[in-house]
């Protein structure tokens, strides 16, 4: 099976953000952007995975679809909660104003309507398209507020008696060329019914702030977005998703944050729109979109989420790590002879001055106390970044790289900085020089 084993892609054509995360009557719901028809972008749907354990994914029908007015050319980002044992789904609902001349699947000139919609289903199996939708938030006419077109993506949190919705939105100052990105918050008391009440914006971090996720781990605010052209430097692609720790109140969703409180979430410049949720055992979770431009030669699925990665706080440090479900599964190891990449493979090493690893020309490199991982070997694709490298580390590193089918996520120094790639599928070979502590595992 020409897949990752471990990494979930939809069962063929286009998949991109994950969407509507969440621990629901035990069982882990993971949804996605979705284009049933080709490998590319069109009409958005949600596709719909479901996990015991969110190692082993089974297939679910398409959760939603255009079926509505409002939503007629799709049903954008969005994500979902529990509440009195229905699980209710917030996502933009789209309605383009004209399409492409010669493609019905895509808005003419990147212009559309955009309002934010639920759908209530009672098992999280079965959603009734045609009578169980609402539109909870009409397009924003007032481009003070927000943007028409582009307000989207509602993450939606329960705290103490309320329900609180957060939306990635831009605006344009008339003394600025750029537009400027925007955080809209909204307020429930049923989960139905929505106000506005506050918002955040701030010039010079990209120009329009896709999926932001708002959550308190280790009593620290961390808020995640992926905003819109972060790069203007000719660096691709030029969207990425961004974390940092941010001054919140959550009665009143007052933000405060500047520019250099955010880093890239994850180093290799293919994680996208990720989203977080709960898991079983409380731990904060976030998925994220390794975004692919074209699929590998001969397949017919595009697009994969990354590994489960467990969010914490240590010493005002943001962590990032491999969820124990996954890490826990590498327990036989392997002699470097008979590594088998179409196999889900874990190396752990601790890296020093000039160690380097090429796992089926796959480059991992570690000079002057500086991680670089490099795919030029193993990919041909244009408009993406192929090395990607961490700020001066110690003098001693440790890695933990898993590799799966057309994909490898390097995490360093115990969830400091990631670095994911999506790699060709690999030549069975892996090399390692000046590198005495090493293990290779597989599951
Ligand atoms: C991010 C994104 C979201 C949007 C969705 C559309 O990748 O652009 O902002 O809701 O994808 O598929």
Same mark, same amino acid.
């Given at each position: 099976m020409n897949k990752p084993k471990l990494h979930l892609t939809s069962e063929r054509n286009w998949m991109n953000d994950p969407n509507g995360l969440i621990y629901y009557k035990g069982k882990y719901h993971a949804f996605y952007q979705h284009f049933p028809y080709a490998t590319q972008w069109g009409t958005m749907h949600w596709g719909h995975a479901v996990s015991d354990d969110m190692v082993n994914w089974t297939y679910e029908p398409i959760a939603l679809f255009p079926s509505k007015p409002y939503d007629k050319n799709g049903c954008f980002?969005?994500?979902? %909660?529990?509440? @009195?044992? @229905?699980?209710?789904?917030?996502?933009? #609902?789209?309605?383009?104003?004209?399409?492409?001349?010669?493609?019905?699947?895509?808005?003419?000139?990147? %212009?559309?309507?955009? #309002?934010?919609?639920?759908?209530?289903s009672k098992d999280g199996f079965n959603f009734d398209n045609f009578n169980d939708k609402s539109l909870i938030i009409p397009p924003i006419m007032d481009e003070k507020l927000g943007h028409y077109t582009h307000t989207r993506d509602p993450k939606v949190w329960k705290y103490k008696d309320n329900y609180y919705m957060i939306v990635g939105s831009k605006v344009k100052k008339a003394d600025q060329e750029e537009h400027t990105g925007k955080l809209l918050y909204y307020r429930s008391k049923d989960a139905k019914? /929505?106000?506005? %009440?506050?918002?955040?914006?701030?010039?010079?971090?990209?120009?329009? /702030?896709?999926?932001?996720?708002?959550?308190?781990?280790? @009593?620290?605010? %961390?808020?995640?977005?992926?905003?819109?052209?972060?790069?203007?430097?000719?660096?691709?692609?030029?969207?990425?998703?961004?974390?940092?720790?941010?001054?919140?109140?959550?009665?009143s969703c007052n933000t405060k944050f500047d520019k250099d409180d955010f880093r890239l979430a994850d180093l290799g410049l293919d994680y996208y729109a990720p989203q977080t949720f709960i898991d079983k055992d409380g731990r904060r979770v976030q998925f994220g979109w390794l975004r692919m431009n074209k699929h590998f030669e001969n397949h017919t699925w595009l697009g994969m989420m990354s590994l489960p990665r467990v969010i914490e706080v240590k010493n005002k440090e943001i962590t990032t790590n491999v969820h124990p479900n996954i890490?826990?599964?590498?327990?036989?190891?392997?002699?470097?002879?008979?590594?088998?990449? #179409?196999?889900?493979?874990?190396?752990?090493?601790?890296?020093? @001055?000039?160690?380097?690893?090429?796992?089926?020309?796959?480059?991992?490199?570690?000079?002057n106390n500086i991680i670089t991982a490099n795919r030029t070997k193993v990919f041909n694709e244009e408009y993406v970044n192929l090395k990607a490298s961490t700020p001066k580390l110690e003098d001693e590193c440790n890695i933990e790289v898993y590799i799966d089918y057309g994909v490898i996520e390097t995490y360093i120094n115990k969830g400091q900085y990631v670095i994911s790639h999506i790699v060709n599928p690999l030549e069975n070979k892996l090399q390692i020089d000046n590198l005495s502590d090493f293990k290779i595992y597989t599951i």
């Open positions: 980002s969005g994500s979902a %909660i529990e509440v @009195d044992g @229905d699980l209710y789904l917030y996502y933009t #609902s789209v309605k383009y104003i004209e399409t492409e001349e010669d493609n019905t699947t895509v808005p003419k000139d990147n %212009i559309f309507e955009s #309002s934010q919609a639920m759908i209530i019914t /929505w106000e506005y %009440i506050n918002s955040f914006e701030l010039h010079g971090l990209g120009d329009m /702030w896709e999926c932001p996720d708002i959550f308190n781990v280790n @009593d620290n605010n %961390i808020l995640v977005m992926s905003p819109e052209n972060y790069y203007t430097d000719g660096t691709y692609p030029t969207n990425n998703a961004v974390i940092g720790i941010v001054d919140f109140e959550e009665e890490s826990s599964l590498f327990i036989k190891e392997i002699n470097i002879d008979n590594v088998d990449f #179409s196999n889900p493979t874990c190396i752990k090493a601790t890296l020093k @001055d000039n160690s380097k690893i090429s796992i089926g020309g796959y480059e991992i490199t570690f000079e």
